[in-house]
């Protein structure tokens, strides 16, 4: 599969796309729990990987939860179930809301092996769209971004500055290389153990009570990041639309302080 070079696209090679991110506190003393509250664009690839384009295609067209993702991102009630006759204009073209064509998606591809392209500004008007241009680019890796006041594949065609973040879900990133100083199993890094992943059952506990009762969410999604940890998505339509300063308090009120204790 060869990079795209649709009108509608723009290439980056590993740039951050800063409207999407969780904003990170000018504070130094907040700067983990900054990184605690992801950006949509998630980390590198493992370099060691190698993909297997027939394995991709066939996980793409055989697996991969298109109708899940799209009723999720869509927020709206209509689309939750896949069975429903109401349902086929919906996945064929006309979108059931607003909010999914403009939600910004952006794939890493390898058009040769080792050779990443990171395509951003990805919309989709259905779930029929979206599902095609998965399969075509097969990607090996999906970013989730923000919604826009416009769909983000028409930002070549608006004035600067006039596409502009409208929410976003809350993310919260625990990895358990957070834990290292602590984890005594001879774990360390991305690598994991039943023994040392018992941290990461501590913070879902903590940070899930705590977003329910401190904070009155109730929509939260729990993933298992893929490496090395754990990733909170709090899908609330309060919490999608909180501002940077809110986000990074969030972020701040579950901030770890070590504590060390020498017995002598």
């Not at 795209?4 to 796309?17: A, L, P, R, T, Y």
């Not at 969410?217 to 709090?234: I, K, N, P, Q």
């Amino acid at each position: 599969m060869g990079a795209s070079h649709d009108n509608e696209e723009e290439h980056e090679f590993g740039e951050e796309d800063n409207n999407n991110n969780t904003s990170k506190s000018s504070n130094t003393n907040n700067d983990r729990a900054s990184r605690m509250a992801n950006s949509a664009k998630s980390a590198p690839a493992d370099a060691s990987v190698v993909f297997s384009p027939e394995l991709l295609s066939m996980y793409y067209s055989r697996l991969f939860p298109y109708q899940l993702l799209y009723s999720w991102l869509s927020y709206d009630p209509a689309t939750a179930n896949p069975n429903s006759t109401n349902n086929t204009s919906i996945t064929k073209g006309a979108p059931s809301s607003s909010t999914f064509p403009r939600r910004e998606f952006s794939m890493t591809i390898e058009p040769t092996p080792g050779n990443e392209v990171y395509i951003r500004y990805q919309s989709f008007l259905s779930q029929d769209e979206l599902s095609s241009a998965i399969m075509k680019r097969r990607p090996t890796k999906i970013d989730i971004g923000a919604v826009f006041n416009y769909p983000p594949k028409d930002n070549k065609s608006l004035p600067s500055g006039k596409l502009q973040t409208q929410e976003r879900e809350l993310v919260f990133d625990i990895d358990l290389t957070d834990y290292d100083g602590v984890r005594n199993c001879g774990c360390s890094g991305a690598k994991i153990c039943n023994k040392c992943w018992t941290f990461m059952g501590m913070a879902i506990e903590v940070m899930d009570g705590g977003l329910r009762k401190d904070f009155g969410f109730e929509h939260l999604a729990w993933f298992y990041s893929g490496r090395r940890g754990v990733h909170c998505w709090v899908c609330d339509d309060k919490a999608r639309k909180l501002s940077n300063e809110a986000r990074s308090a969030v972020a701040t009120y579950f901030e770890v302080c070590y504590v060390y204790f020498v017995f002598v």
